[in-house]
């Protein structure tokens, strides 16, 4: 069983940032990739963003491209995401997910081609 465990989340001002990390234990597997999505109350799950386990070409949503940036340490299996210049639309809870698989064929923004998930941290932004 693999475990992806969130932290980072917290309330903040509009225009601060956090940085939310998403650490992997358990059974290992061969080169996840890794996604970010959210989920507002009484909304669907949004994607936020995606890496591959080499970390090149990072796929972010339009909403959050330019404020958002995910990255890996492969080596403490460990994803972050770090977000600048929060807005109160930012506020949701915030999931990881894996791919341990590596589903090319589905669109990263798909929750379907994800394996595990987190339980999530919650994310606040006041106006």
């Known amino acids: 069983q693999v475990q992806l465990v969130e932290s980072g989340g917290g309330l903040v001002q509009a225009g601060d940032s956090l940085r939310l990390s998403c650490a992997a234990s358990?059974?290992?597997?061969?080169?996840?990739?890794m996604a970010w999505f959210r989920q507002a109350p009484g909304k669907e799950r949004e994607f936020v963003a995606f890496?591959?386990?080499?970390?090149?070409?990072?796929y972010y949503a339009d909403t959050v491209k330019g404020r958002f940036t995910i990255s890996r340490d492969n080596a403490k299996n460990t994803v972050y995401l770090q977000m600048n210049s929060l807005k109160p639309e930012d506020t949701a809870v915030y999931h990881c997910?894996?791919?341990?698989?590596?589903?090319?064929?589905?669109?990263?923004?798909?929750?379907?081609?994800?394996?595990?998930w987190g339980q999530g941290t919650q994310v606040t932004v006041s106006s």
């Open positions: 358990g059974r290992t597997f061969s080169r996840p990739a």
């Open positions: 997910a894996a791919d341990a698989h590596v589903r090319d064929s589905i669109t990263p923004s798909r929750a379907s081609r994800y394996d595990y």
């Open positions: 890496i591959r386990w080499g970390g090149g070409d990072p």
